[in-house]
C-alpha cells in the first residue's frame, strides 16, 4: 500500500521510536540475543526504506461543501466534494451501502428510489447495490467537482438527522489503478414550518335583509383556506392583539374542514376577544400542502341590528411546533 507525505512522516517518527527502543535492549543483551535483535533492526530498516521511497498515492476523496443541508418542500439537499491532486483521469463511481436513506431513531427509512446524486450534469440513481457512474472520464488537478446529494419528490422531510452509508470507487484510467472509499452521508434536517393563506381575507357583506334584522347572523363570503407545510408536529393558532379594534358585532371562529395529516381541529364557534390565542388545529408530521379551511360568523350583539359602516379587525396566523 502506498502511502501520502503526511502518513509517511507519521511513520519515520514512529520508526525512530523503535530503532531506538532497539538499540537501547541491544546494547544489554549478551552476544547470541544480539544476533537476532540484528536481524529484526535489518528488517525494520527494510521496511522504514521502501515506504519513505515509494511513490506518493493520491487518493480521490469525497468530503462535504459545507454544513448546510437545504430543505425544500419536496425533500432535503446537500453539496458535496470529490477531488483529487494529480492530473490524472478517472472514472468515479458510487454505491448505497443501505436500501434506504434512515433518521438515527429508525422510524423513518426513505426507500432508495428517492435519493439520488446530481453531478451537475443530471440525477444519478441508485440501485440496490450497483454501482452508478458519476463521471465517465474526469480529470481534478486540485479543483474539486462539486456534486449534490439529494432526497426528491418525498415531500417534507421530517425533522431528524438522516444517514446512508457510500462507497466510491475511483479507476485511475492511465493507469487501471482502482482505489475504493467508504463515506457516510448525514443530513441535518432542522424544523422548518411555514403557512399560506388563500384569498385577501375574510369579508363581510351586509345584505338588506341582514341590514334590518336584529339578531343577524351572517358568514363571511368564502372560506379561508390555510395551506400548512411542516416537517415536525405541528399547532395552528388564529391570535388576536391588543389592538384588534371596534367590531361591528361579535366575531366567531371555526374550521369546516382539514385534509388527511390534520389530526383535530375546532369545529364549534368560538368568540374572538381582544389578546387572545385560539388552536384552530392540530397535525403530525410530515404535513406538506395541508388544508385548514377556516369560517367566521358575525353576529348583532344584544339583539340589536349589526351598524353600518367598513371595519377592519386583523388577526394572526401563527405556526408552532405541537410538543
Given at each position: 500500500?502506498?502511502l501520502?507525505?503526511?502518513?509517511?512522516?507519521?511513520?519515520?517518527?514512529?520508526?525512530?521510536?523503535?530503532?531506538?527502543?532497539?538499540?537501547?535492549?541491544?546494547?544489554?543483551?549478551?552476544?547470541?540475543?544480539?544476533?537476532?535483535?540484528k536481524?529484526?533492526?535489518?528488517?525494520?530498516?527494510?521496511?522504514f526504506?521502501?515506504?519513505?521511497?515509494?511513490?506518493?498515492?493520491?487518493?480521490?476523496?469525497?468530503?462535504?461543501?459545507?454544513?448546510?443541508?437545504?430543505?425544500?418542500?419536496?425533500?432535503?439537499?446537500?453539496?458535496?466534494?470529490?477531488?483529487?491532486?494529480?492530473?490524472?483521469?478517472?472514472?468515479i463511481?458510487?454505491?448505497?451501502?443501505?436500501?434506504?436513506?434512515s433518521?438515527?431513531?429508525?422510524?423513518?427509512?426513505?426507500?432508495?428510489?428517492n435519493?439520488?446524486?446530481?453531478?451537475?450534469?443530471q440525477?444519478?440513481?441508485?440501485?440496490?447495490?450497483?454501482?452508478?457512474?458519476?463521471?465517465?472520464?474526469v480529470?481534478?488537478?486540485?479543483?474539486?467537482?462539486?456534486?449534490t446529494?439529494?432526497?426528491?419528490?418525498?415531500?417534507?422531510?421530517?425533522?431528524?438527522?438522516?444517514?446512508?452509508?457510500?462507497?466510491?470507487?475511483?479507476?485511475?484510467?492511465?493507469?487501471?489503478?482502482?482505489?475504493?472509499?467508504?463515506?457516510?452521508?448525514?443530513?441535518?434536517?432542522?424544523?422548518t414550518?411555514?403557512?399560506?393563506?388563500?384569498g385577501?381575507?375574510?369579508?363581510?357583506?351586509?345584505?338588506?335583509?341582514?341590514?334590518?334584522?336584529?339578531?343577524?347572523?351572517?358568514?363571511?363570503?368564502?372560506?379561508l383556506?390555510?395551506t400548512?407545510n411542516?416537517?415536525?408536529?405541528?399547532?395552528?393558532?388564529?391570535?388576536?392583539?391588543?389592538?384588534?379594534?371596534?367590531t361591528?358585532?361579535?366575531?366567531?371562529v371555526?374550521t369546516?374542514?382539514?385534509?388527511?395529516?390534520?389530526?383535530?381541529?375546532?369545529?364549534?364557534?368560538?368568540l374572538?376577544?381582544e389578546?387572545?390565542?385560539i388552536?384552530l388545529?392540530?397535525?403530525?408530521?410530515?404535513?406538506?400542502?395541508e388544508?385548514?379551511?377556516?369560517?367566521?360568523?358575525?353576529?348583532?350583539?344584544?339583539?340589536?341590528?349589526?351598524?353600518?359602516?367598513?371595519?377592519?379587525?386583523?388577526?394572526?396566523?401563527?405556526?408552532?411546533?405541537?410538543?
Amino acid at each position: 500500500m502506498k502511502l501520502n507525505i503526511i502518513q509517511k512522516e507519521e511513520i519515520f517518527k514512529k520508526y525512530i521510536e523503535v530503532l531506538l527502543q532497539i538499540v537501547t535492549i541491544w546494547i544489554g543483551y549478551p552476544e547470541r540475543e544480539r544476533f537476532f535483535m540484528k536481524k529484526t533492526l535489518i528488517t525494520t530498516l527494510i521496511l522504514f526504506a521502501w515506504t519513505m521511497f515509494s511513490p506518493a498515492f493520491s487518493a480521490v476523496e469525497m468530503d462535504y461543501q459545507d454544513t448546510i443541508t437545504t430543505i425544500t418542500s419536496l425533500g432535503v439537499e446537500r453539496k458535496l466534494i470529490i477531488n483529487s491532486n494529480d492530473d490524472s483521469r478517472y472514472r468515479i463511481e458510487v454505491r448505497s451501502l443501505a436500501n434506504t436513506v434512515s433518521n438515527s431513531s429508525g422510524t423513518v427509512e426513505i426507500p432508495l428510489a428517492n435519493f439520488v446524486i446530481n453531478n451537475n450534469t443530471q440525477d444519478i440513481d441508485f440501485i440496490d447495490s450497483e454501482f452508478s457512474t458519476l463521471y465517465s472520464n474526469v480529470t481534478f488537478n486540485g479543483v474539486p467537482q462539486i456534486v449534490t446529494a439529494k432526497i426528491k419528490d418525498y415531500g417534507m422531510v421530517p425533522m431528524g438527522t438522516y444517514n446512508i452509508g457510500l462507497q466510491m470507487q475511483a479507476t485511475n484510467l492511465d493507469t487501471s489503478e482502482i482505489t475504493s472509499t467508504m463515506f457516510n452521508l448525514r443530513l441535518v434536517v432542522e424544523k422548518t414550518q411555514n403557512i399560506a393563506i388563500t384569498g385577501s381575507g375574510s369579508q363581510f357583506n351586509m345584505s338588506a335583509s341582514n341590514a334590518l334584522t336584529k339578531n343577524a347572523r351572517i358568514t363571511n363570503e368564502s372560506n379561508l383556506p390555510i395551506t400548512v407545510n411542516s416537517n415536525c408536529n405541528w399547532v395552528l393558532v388564529l391570535k388576536t392583539d391588543a389592538e384588534f379594534g371596534t367590531t361591528p358585532g361579535n366575531y366567531y371562529v371555526r374550521t369546516i374542514g382539514g385534509s388527511s395529516n390534520v389530526t383535530q381541529r375546532l369545529q364549534e364557534n368560538v368568540l374572538l376577544e381582544e389578546s387572545k390565542e385560539i388552536i384552530l388545529a392540530k397535525g403530525n408530521a410530515f404535513s406538506s400542502n395541508e388544508e385548514v379551511d377556516v369560517q367566521f360568523t358575525l353576529e348583532s350583539r344584544d339583539g340589536e341590528f349589526i351598524p353600518a359602516g367598513n371595519y377592519n379587525n386583523r388577526v394572526k396566523y401563527l405556526i408552532r411546533e405541537d410538543s
